[in-house]
């Protein structure tokens, strides 16, 4: 069993930054690859970012640029600074951590950003 805790959410204006984090404890000693994905009302979930432990990174291109995700091995804790932030960027954000042993992926209850004109 993995666990993860999102926070950071919450309302910003256009233009503006917030910085999610999510921490992941339980059966941690298998993750590899955590990331980012959100979903806006009425839309498909779609990947935002994500890292391996290696620190490869990969984004959308509608992010790449503005956001920037990294990780904290020790604390199994992966991060994304949001940065011009845009209305269209409103949307839950999920964090999710990848399992290889057994392969699984888990996904963390989600954090609300919305960003205003």
């Known amino acids: 069993q993995v666990q993860l805790v999102e926070s950071g959410g919450g309302l910003v204006q256009a233009g503006g930054s917030l910085r999610l984090s999510c921490a992941a404890s339980?059966?941690?000693?298998?993750?590899?690859?955590m990331g980012w994905y959100r979903q806006a009302p009425g839309n498909k979930r779609e990947l935002v970012a994500r890292?391996?432990?290696?620190?490869?990174?990969d984004y959308a291109d509608s992010v790449k640029g503005r956001f920037t995700i990294s990780r904290d091995n020790a604390k199994n804790t992966v991060y994304v600074q949001m940065n011009s932030l845009k209305p269209e960027d409103t949307a839950v954000y999920y964090c999710?951590?990848?399992?290889?042993?057994?392969?699984?992926?888990?996904w963390g209850k989600g954090t609300l950003v919305t960003v205003s004109s």
């Open positions: 999710v951590a990848e399992s290889s042993n057994p392969t699984i992926n888990y």
């Open positions: 339980g059966s941690i000693f298998s993750i590899n690859r």
């Open positions: 890292v391996t432990n290696g620190g490869r990174t």
